[in-house]
């Protein structure tokens, strides 16, 4: 005769897994900063004053939009967007939030 045993997990075991499991599947969102060189992202969204809300729509940093970091330092980065690479410095890449 062949006897299965079962064992049943806690509860909060279960609520860990079904956490990690609703988060695997979710892009990690951090400022476009944090990036590293030769990483892809997607623009969520645009932080800052009117003005440079705007500088940074006009130059292609909208929502959706897939930006690539060609070279960073220290915060700084050279990223390419809409087939265009620009520089920005690291207060100002602060401002975009991208999901990776």
């Known amino acids: 005769m062949n006897a299965t045993m079962t064992q049943e ?8 897994v079904e956490q990690r499991k609703q988060t695997a599947g979710r892009a990690q969102q951090m400022p476009l900063s ?3 060189g030769g990483q892809l992202g997607r623009v969520v969204k ?13 130059l292609g940093f909208v929502e959706h939009a897939a930006v690539s970091v060609v070279s960073e330092h220290g915060g700084d980065v050279i990223v390419q967007i809409k087939g265009t690479q620009l520089a920005l ?9 991208v999901e990776v």
């Open 9 to 16: 997990m806690p509860a909060f075991a279960n609520t860990a």
């Open 34 to 36: 944090f990036l590293h």
């Open 46 to 58: 645009v932080r800052g004053k009117g003005e440079l809300r705007q500088h940074l729509r006009n």
């Open 89 to 97: 410095n690291r207060s100002v890449a602060l401002n975009i939030t």
